[in-house]
């Protein structure tokens, strides 16, 4: 019997029966991941499929003992081979997995209620990156000015000052594509510009010191975990909307780049211009 199973929000498979049990023991499947297979009408998750088939796959517990679910596994065992971890009991086999999800901030719980827990923060850190993406815009046209400048006796240091701008521009183009994707390496990146932007005193200090917030609370560590993205995945009903506030800040900060490079521009004209005879 093949199996399918949905993670990061691919669908991956078929895989085998024995593969499927390996991939449950190491945890890369848990209660709540979607999985299907032949005979099974729609996707479902995998702890509703444990749980109804523990009766008849479980061997019969002893007499008086107390049957729990493992709220990994989705199996029945007797109250004392289970441990209670958060909300739930896990058994031996599950108890790693378990706890290092906890460690990263996500439990295998409801998927529903962790989504909705952290969306708003999830939509921040998203908005991040599309102000990233408007800074990249604006950082071109700058590279471009200062390359189609007219060169005097400085030419090479303006065609490096300007090719230098450029690169940074892809590079910030990139890490708002991967704050949008919620990548993890984008948060070291996005975490240097923002100690970049710290300098800004004093408005770039307090909106910089709101992005470093955004990416490194604990909120933050949870919305780029892996664990995040499988949540995710099976939660594509809910959608986040991006808060008044924070488009106030992305406002702003337009408008700050808008005129740094007017005044650039500006600033470059009057220098180039010929001194009136």
Same mark, same amino acid.
């Given at each position: 019997?093949?199996?399918?199973?949905?993670?990061?929000g691919k669908q991956i498979g078929p895989v085998t029966e024995e593969e499927f049990q390996?991939?449950?023991?190491?945890?890369?499947?848990?209660?709540?991941?979607?999985?299907?297979?032949?005979?099974?009408?729609?996707?479902?998750?995998?702890?509703?499929?444990?749980?109804?088939?523990?009766?008849?796959?479980?061997?019969?517990?002893?007499?008086?003992?107390?049957?729990?679910?493992?709220?990994?596994?989705?199996?029945?065992?007797?109250?004392?081979?289970?441990?209670?971890?958060?909300?739930?009991?896990?058994?031996?086999?599950?108890?790693?997995?378990?706890?290092?999800?906890?460690?990263?901030?996500?439990?295998?719980?409801?998927?529903?209620?962790?989504?909705?827990?952290?969306?708003?923060?999830?939509?921040?850190?998203?908005?991040?990156?599309?102000?990233?993406? @408007?800074?990249?815009?604006?950082?071109?046209? #700058?590279?471009?000015? *200062? %390359?189609? &400048?007219?060169? =005097?006796?400085?030419?090479?240091?303006?065609?490096?000052?300007?090719?230098?701008?450029?690169?940074?521009?892809?590079?910030?183009?990139?890490?708002?594509?991967?704050?949008?994707?919620?990548?993890?390496?984008?948060?070291?990146?996005?975490?240097?510009?923002?100690?970049?932007?710290?300098?800004?005193?004093?408005?770039?200090?307090?909106?910089?010191?709101?992005?470093?917030?955004?990416?490194?609370?604990?909120?933050?560590?949870?919305?780029?975990?892996?664990?995040?993205?499988?949540?995710?995945?099976?939660?594509?009903?809910?959608?986040?909307?991006?808060?008044? @506030?924070?488009?106030?800040?992305?406002?702003? #900060?337009?408008?700050? *780049? %808008?005129? &740094?490079?007017? =005044?650039?521009?500006?600033?470059?004209?009057?220098?180039?211009?010929p001194a009136a005879p």
């Amino acid at each position: 019997m093949n199996w399918f199973y949905a993670h990061e929000g691919k669908q991956i498979g078929p895989v085998t029966e024995e593969e499927f049990q390996q991939l449950r023991a190491s945890g890369v499947i848990a209660a709540g991941t979607l999985v299907w297979r032949e005979g099974l009408a729609n996707w479902r998750p995998l702890g509703e499929l444990t749980a109804s088939a523990a009766p008849t796959s479980q061997p019969a517990l002893n007499p008086g003992a107390a049957a729990l679910v493992c709220s990994g596994c989705g199996q029945a065992f007797p109250a004392d081979e289970v441990v209670r971890l958060g909300d739930g009991f896990v058994c031996a086999a599950c108890k790693p997995v378990e706890l290092q999800r906890l460690r990263e901030g996500v439990a295998a719980s409801d998927v529903e209620d962790i989504r909705n827990e952290h969306i708003k923060h999830e939509a921040s850190v998203k908005s991040v990156g599309v102000l990233y993406f @408007i800074g990249a815009f604006f950082m071109v046209l #700058l590279g471009g000015m *200062i %390359l189609v &400048a007219p060169s =005097g006796p400085t030419g090479v240091e303006t065609v490096m000052a300007g090719g230098f701008i450029i690169c940074a521009a892809a590079l910030q183009f990139a890490t708002g594509l991967a704050l949008r994707r919620l990548k993890r390496w984008a948060r070291i990146v996005a975490g240097i510009f923002s100690g970049v932007g710290l300098l800004g005193f004093p408005l770039g200090t307090i909106i910089n010191g709101f992005i470093l917030y955004l990416l490194f609370s604990k909120k933050g560590k949870t919305v780029f975990s892996p664990e995040y993205q499988e949540v995710i995945a099976q939660t594509p009903h809910i959608k986040y909307r991006t808060s008044i @506030i924070v488009w106030i800040v992305l406002g702003i #900060l337009v408008l700050i *780049i %808008l005129l &740094a490079v007017m =005044g650039a521009f500006v600033s470059r004209t009057i220098q180039t211009a010929p001194a009136a005879p």
